[in-house]
C-alpha cells in the first residue's frame, strides 16, 4: 500500500468515525482506571457504617492527603479526594464522582453501554432535631463536571438526596452532565420537618454513561448550617487552591546522582502555586515558602515570604525563588531515594476563615527512575492503528552521567472490555529517524512479548524487568513502545497526566515515520534505573532446574507435561499479571485442558514434593 493511499484512508478514518480527540493517528480517551483508589485496604471503620453523628455547623473542602473522604465526617467510599482532576478550585482539594468505583475500575468491566448509579457521598448522620423552618436551614457545595476528565452526559446526572427522619432518602436536587464549567454555587433551603431528625443526612449521587467516559463530577466546599440565606454563596476564605510547583524544570522526578551533577540546569527558576481569594472584595495575602531535606533534616530553604493583592473570586499565581542549597552527595548512598519536603502556608488568616487549606505540604522525590508526569492520570492516550503497520511511541529522556537502565514502569489507563492480552514491545533508541538530525533509528534494547497490567504497585505503575541490563551513555535516549500489526494490539491505553507542564517530549509512529506528539500532557513510561529491580507480578521462589516439558507451544486445546520420574505434580497456570487462572494435579504424560483459556501468553509451574521447577512461558492460540 503506497504512503498516498494510508494518508487518504486516514483522512477517510478520521471524518468518518466517532472520535474523542485525534491530531492524526493520536487520541485521548477516558481514564476508566484510577490506580490511586485501589492502592491500599479501606480501614475497618470504611466499611459504609455509622461511626458518629455530627453537630450543626457540619463543613468540608475536602484539603488533605488522603484519596478517601474523610470518615469522621462522610460514610462511604466511593468517591476519588484529590487535587488533579479539578480545574481552577476554590480550595485545594476535591471529591471526585465518575463511573469508576472506590477500587478505581470501571462499575461494569465487561460492558460499555450502560446508564447506571455509580459514585456516593453520604455524611455521617448530623442531628438537627432541634432545627424548625424559621431557622433558615440551608445546604450548600460547589460543583463541576469534567474537570481534567471527560464530561458527563447529558443523560447523566449529579443528584442530591438528603435523609427523612423516617428513614429514605428524598432527591432534592439535580442537574445534568455538561462540558467543563467554573465551579457553581449551589444554595438548597432545608424547611420540609421531614427532614428535622437527630440523623438527617446528605447524599451526593451520580449517574454515568459507562459507554461514553468516565463522567467526572467535582464537589467542593460542602457546608450545612442555619441562620443562612439564599444570597449566602461567599465563602469568606483565602485558600491555597494547588500543590506547589516541582523544584525541576522539566522532570518531575529523576535519580539525586544525575541531579547533583548538573543542579544549576535541571532546577526550575522558581517555585510557584496558586491562590485562590474567595471573598468578594479584594484580600491582600502573604504567604511564605520553605524546604526541608528529610534524608538529613536539614534546612534547604528559610521561609522566604510573597505578597499579593488578589480581587474578590479571583484566583492568582505566587512565586518564590528556587532555592539552591542541596544535600552533599557524600551524604546519601548512590542509589539513594532523597526527598525535599517543600511547604507553602499563610502565617495568620482571618478569624472564622477555614484553616485546613492555609498549609500545603508537597514532596520532591528524588528516586531511581526518570518521570515527567506527577503520577496521576486524568486520561488516557492512545495510537490508533493500520492493520498492516506497528505502532510506536518513543520519549525522550536525558541522563547527566552514564546509567544502566533495568525496566519500564508503565501506567495503563483502564479498558473496556480489559485489555490484558494486547501485545507490545518495550524499545529503547539512541536515535530516532528525522529527529534532531538522527539519519535512521538507532535500536539498543527490544523487551518482547509483553501484555498491560493493572494491579496496584509500588507509585501505581507496571513494572517490567529487563532480560538484560542496558548500559546508557550520559546524553538523550528515548524509550517506548511498539504495538505489532496485525496482533489484535491497537488502541493500548496508557496514562496520561494532563497537568504535565511543559512538552511532552513524546513522539509517535504509524506511519513508517515519527512525529511529534501533539498531545498535552506527559505518557506514563518511567525508565527505571541503577539497581536491580522485581518485575510486578513475580514471585519470588527457589526454583529448581528439574528438566520437564510442556506441549505443544503455541497450544490451542490441550497441554501435555513430560519430566523425569512418576510423580504427581501440582501445576499452576498464570496470565502474564501472575494471577493463576488454572491448578491441578498432572501425572506424567497427562494433558490439561486449555480451550477455555483467552487467546495470549501465560506461565506454567510445576510443584511436588517441596520441588519448585523453573516456569514455563506457553502461548494460548
Known amino acids: 500500500m503506497s504512503r498516498l493511499v494510508i494518508l487518504v484512508c486516514a483522512l477517510l478514518f478520521n471524518i468518518l468515525s466517532p472520535i474523542i480527540y485525534s491530531p492524526a493517528q493520536e487520541y485521548v480517551a477516558p481514564l476508566r482506571y484510577n490506580a490511586n483508589a485501589g492502592k491500599r485496604p479501606l480501614p475497618p ?93 440551608y445546604l450548600s457545595f460547589v ?75 467535582n464537589v467542593d466546599y460542602v457546608r450545612l448550617n442555619t441562620g443562612r ?17 516541582f523544584l525541576l524544570n522539566d522532570y518531575t522526578s529523576m535519580p539525586y546522582r544525575h541531579f547533583i551533577d548538573n543542579p544549576a540546569g535541571e532546577r526550575a527558576a522558581n517555585i510557584t502555586d496558586s491562590i485562590r481569594n474567595n471573598y468578594n472584595s479584594t484580600q491582600s495575602v502573604n504567604s511564605f515558602f520553605s524546604a526541608v531535606g528529610i534524608n538529613t533534616g536539614v534546612t534547604l530553604q528559610s521561609p522566604v515570604g510573597a505578597a499579593a493583592s488578589i480581587p474578590g473570586g479571583s484566583t492568582r499565581a505566587v512565586s518564590f525563588p528556587s532555592y539552591s542549597a542541596t544535600i552533599p552527595f557524600s551524604s546519601v548512598g548512590y542509589h539513594d531515594k532523597v526527598v525535599f519536603e517543600h511547604k507553602v502556608y499563610f502565617e495568620s488568616v482571618a478569624a472564622g476563615e477555614p484553616h485546613a487549606n492555609d498549609t500545603i505540604v508537597k514532596p520532591q522525590v528524588f528516586d531511581n527512575y526518570l518521570a515527567y508526569d506527577d503520577g496521576s492520570a486524568e486520561k488516557s492516550y492512545y495510537l490508533n492503528l493500520f492493520p498492516t503497520l506497528p505502532g510506536k511511541i518513543a520519549i525522550e529522556y536525558h541522563l547527566n552521567r552514564p546509567d544502566t537502565m533495568r525496566g519500564m514502569a508503565i501506567y495503563f489507563g483502564r479498558q473496556v472490555p480489559f485489555a490484558v492480552n494486547k501485545v507490545f514491545d518495550i524499545n529503547i533508541y539512541s536515535a530516532l529517524a528525522g529527529v534532531n538530525g538522527a539519519p535512521a533509528d538507532t535500536l539498543k534494547y527490544e523487551q518482547e512479548m ?36 496485525e496482533s489484535g ?110 487467546p495470549g501468553m501465560y506461565v506454567v509451574q510445576l510443584v511436588s514434593d517441596e520441588k519448585v521447577t523453573i516456569p514455563k512461558k506457553i502461548i494460548k492460540l
Not at 484519596?67 to 471526585?96: E, K, L, Q
Not at 456516593?120 to 433558615?136: E, F, K, Y
Not at 440565606?229 to 510547583?245: F, K, Q, R, Y
Not at 498491560?452 to 528515548?478: C, E, S
Open 45 to 137: 471503620n470504611r466499611l459504609g457504617k455509622v461511626t458518629a453523628t455530627l453537630s450543626l455547623p457540619f463543613f468540608e473542602d475536602f484539603t488533605g492527603y488522603g484519596i478517601f473522604p474523610d470518615s469522621t465526617r462522610w460514610v462511604d467510599y466511593h468517591t476519588y479526594v484529590n487535587n488533579t482532576m479539578c480545574v481552577m478550585p476554590v480550595s485545594r482539594g476535591v471529591a471526585t464522582l465518575d463511573a469508576l468505583d472506590w477500587r478505581g475500575i470501571p462499575y461494569d468491566s465487561f460492558s460499555n453501554s450502560v446508564f447506571r448509579y455509580a459514585d456516593s457521598l453520604t455524611t455521617q448522620p448530623i442531628d438537627v432535631a432541634t432545627v424548625t423552618p424559621a431557622d433558615s436551614l
Open 450 to 485: 509483553c501484555y498491560p497490567g493493572y494491579t496496584d504497585t509500588v507509585n501505581h505503575f507496571w513494572i517490567y524487568k529487563f532480560d538484560q541490563p542496558v548500559p546508557l551513555p550520559a546524553g538523550t535516549f528515548y524509550a517506548g513502545t511498539m504495538q505489532p500489526a
Open 143 to 217: 460543583y463541576q463536571p469534567q474537570g481534567n476528565g471527560f464530561y458527563p452526559l447529558p443523560q447523566d446526572s449529579l443528584m442530591v438526596f438528603i435523609k427523612t427522619k423516617y428513614g429514605g432518602f428524598v432527591k432534592v436536587w439535580a442537574t445534568p452532565g455538561t462540558t467543563l464549567q467554573p465551579f457553581r454555587h449551589v444554595m438548597i433551603p432545608i424547611t420540609d420537618t421531614i427532614f428535622f431528625s437527630s440523623s438527617l443526612q446528605v447524599r451526593f449521587v451520580n449517574i454515568a454513561a459507562l459507554n461514553w467516559s468516565d463522567a467526572v463530577w
Open 489 to 598: 494490539s491497537d488502541s493500548l491505553y496508557f496514562g496520561l497526566d494532563v497537568n504535565r507542564i511543559g512538552g511532552n517530549h513524546a513522539y509517535y509512529n504509524v506511519l513508517a515515520a515519527w512525529s511529534p506528539s501533539l498531545i498535552t500532557g506527559a505518557i506514563m513510561m518511567r525508565p527505571l534505573l541503577g539497581q536491580p529491580i522485581t518485575g510486578t507480578g513475580v514471585q519470588s521462589v527457589t526454583a529448581q532446574n528439574e528438566e520437564w516439558q510442556v506441549f505443544p507451544n503455541p497450544a490451542t486445546n490441550n497441554l501435555q507435561f513430560d519430566y523425569k520420574g512418576d510423580w504427581d505434580a501440582a501445576y499452576r497456570v498464570s496470565d502474564m499479571q501472575g494471577r493463576v487462572v488454572l491448578h491441578g494435579i498432572v501425572t506424567r504424560g497427562r494433558s490439561i485442558d486449555i480451550s477455555l483459556l483467552t
Open 229 to 245: 440565606t439564599m444570597g449566602d454563596t461567599v465563602l469568606n476564605d483565602v485558600a491555597i487552591s494547588s500543590d506547589p510547583t
